[in-house]
């Protein structure tokens, strides 16, 4: 195995590994202090959908993380981008909370589908309208396909059944632009000077934060808090390289031994 370029980048994922919800991780704050002391450049790679990128910032700095907006890079902005390559009017099924991402794309008329977490528009009559569109040739475009994530009351369903169910239905396949797709990954580090092997990724997610970093070609940290559960390092070939109890101690790796 060829030897690994000195540490340039860390990518970090947020909810569920910096937070979760309006709760920090304990000591997050401290850590990506203390990472910041690093001659590290530092992204934070998002694919949720519950919220537009400023409200998402609102949220971190009232938790008291120092972070700046472009900093961030979500899943949201990768569908922006597709959208306006391709030219197409979607039918958002995203959560309101996020369609400021989308001001100034059409929607009239929709000859497109895209799907992120939107739990008030998984009903029964929108996701039949989503449906005749595909039959009629609209592209499914869906932002992740997480099969869940974490809240504070427990686990809760992902985009990821409900895409799977309108692949099914109209035997169509989506194409996914957030984690854990090479090219999101890719577009986070446009404009750092670094490239995959001296990156990094920090997350919670076995297969789309870590799984998807590793096949782009970065290390892959796996933090057991958020959505981690048990055996899930087991689930992704090649394995994590790191497996650390939260991202306070994967901080401490990376200042320890990768640099």
């Not at 909810?15 to 704050?29: K, M, R």
């Not at 203390?34 to 790679?45: E, G, H, K, N, Q």
């Not at 609209?138 to 504070?152: D, E, S, V």
């Amino acid at each position: 195995m060829a030897a690994r370029r000195a540490l340039k980048a860390v990518l970090v994922d947020l909810n569920g590994t910096l937070h979760i919800e309006d709760s920090a991780v304990p000591g997050a704050q401290e850590a990506l202090k203390r990472l910041r002391s690093a001659p590290v450049t530092i992204r934070f790679v998002t694919n949720t959908t519950k919220e537009c990128k400023r409200e998402l910032l609102e949220r971190l700095t009232k938790l008291g993380f120092d972070i700046a907006e472009n900093e961030i890079f979500t899943s949201l902005t990768a569908a922006r981008n597709l959208l306006e390559e391709k030219q197409v009017r979607p039918l958002l099924l995203v959560d309101d909370k996020a369609l400021p991402d989308f001001t100034g794309i059409a929607t009239d008329d929709p000859n497109a589908v895209v799907v992120g977490l939107a739990p008030e528009h998984f009903h029964y009559e929108m996701m039949n309208r989503a449906f005749r569109l595909l039959l009629d040739g609209a592209p499914l475009i869906a932002i992740h396909k997480a099969r869940y994530f974490k809240k504070k009351d427990g686990l809760a369903l992902g985009p990821g059944p409900f895409v799977t169910g309108l692949e099914y239905a109209t035997d169509t396949k989506a194409t996914v632009v957030g984690k854990p797709e090479k090219t999101f990954f890719l577009e986070a580090l446009r404009g750092t000077d670094c490239t995959p092997e001296d990156t990094v990724m920090i997350g919670d997610d076995c297969r789309d934060d870590v799984g998807g970093a590793q096949k782009a070609g970065m290390r892959g940290i796996l933090v057991r808090t958020g959505k981690y559960r048990p055996a899930d390092e087991d689930k992704i070939n090649p394995a994590p390289y790191l497996t650390c109890a939260n991202f306070p101690e994967a901080v401490e790796h990376i200042l320890e031994r990768l640099l």
